[in-house]
């Protein structure tokens, strides 16, 4: 199974400022075949569900804010919040979906405001 | 607009039973491959179970095969799982979630139900 590692476990940001976090899978998720790799980011705020952001690694999700944006290649992948806002204190995770099932997650990165 | 209620949940004692549903709606069910995936309280998302659009196809994650049982009912729009022989480990909260088609991720999520195993 494919093992995702997300980090740091906790940051916090000020408001207006950049968030980065990280996601490194144990195996390359690209797919030559199509040219993508397949990593997903969710949103997950308090007692919400999660919310996708992000698929193949760098294409938001219909409404999504541009200030998400996804980068990364084979097995190092970064979310990136750009203009941190209040709204965005959330739990964010990483997600592979080059071998499925199982379908893996990264154990999650708490945002907050500093 | 896409619509996943989970219901079911509760207050179960180890080695019992549960059946959990969720109603779908919005979207044409029966196209789309739907899933189970649980967060324990204060934990991460972990994948529990799918089935494909007809039903015919399952798969689980280990830690519940033998003991879940994902199924569906195309006609009403909703989506089952059954779970039997519960421990304390599958205390959790159980979302319904939509996989998007041709990309294995999950587009929609419902609010999700609480499964408490505790004697």
């Known amino acids: 199974d494919i093992v995702t590692t997300q980090s740091p476990d906790s940051l916090a940001v000020s408001l207006g400022e950049t968030a980065t976090i990280n996601c490194k899978s144990s195996?390359?998720?690209?797919?030559?075949?199509?040219?993508?790799?397949?990593l997903a980011w969710y949103q997950q705020k308090p007692r919400q569900p999660p919310k996708l952001l992000i698929y193949?690694?760098?294409t938001r999700e219909s409404g999504v804010p541009d200030r998400f944006s996804g980068s990364g290649s084979g097995t190092d992948f970064t979310l990136t919040i750009n203009n941190l806002q209040a709204e965005d204190v959330a739990v964010y995770y990483c997600?592979?979906?080059?071998?499925?099932?199982?379908?893996?997650f990264g154990q999650g990165t708490r945002l907050e405001i500093k | 607009e896409v619509q996943l209620v989970e219901s079911g949940g509760g207050l179960i004692q180890p080695g019992g039973s549960l059946r959990l549903s969720c109603a779908a709606s919005?979207?044409?069910?029966?196209?789309?491959?739907m899933h189970w995936v649980r967060q324990a309280p204060g934990k991460g998302l972990v994948w529990v179970s799918r089935v494909n659009g007809d039903g015919s196809s399952t798969n689980y994650a280990d830690s519940v095969k033998g003991r879940f049982t994902i199924s569906r009912d195309n006609a009403k729009s909703t989506l089952y799982l059954q779970m039997n022989r519960l421990t304390a480990e599958d205390t959790a909260i159980y979302y319904c979630a939509r996989e998007m088609s041709t990309t294995q991720c999950f587009d929609s999520w419902g609010q999700g139900t609480l499964v408490t195993v505790s004697s």
């Open positions: 193949w690694a760098s």
């Open positions: 919005g979207f044409t069910f029966s196209s789309y491959w």
């Open positions: 997600q592979q979906h080059y071998t499925t099932p199982p379908y893996t």
């Open positions: 195996q390359s998720v690209f797919y030559s075949s199509n040219n993508k790799n397949y």
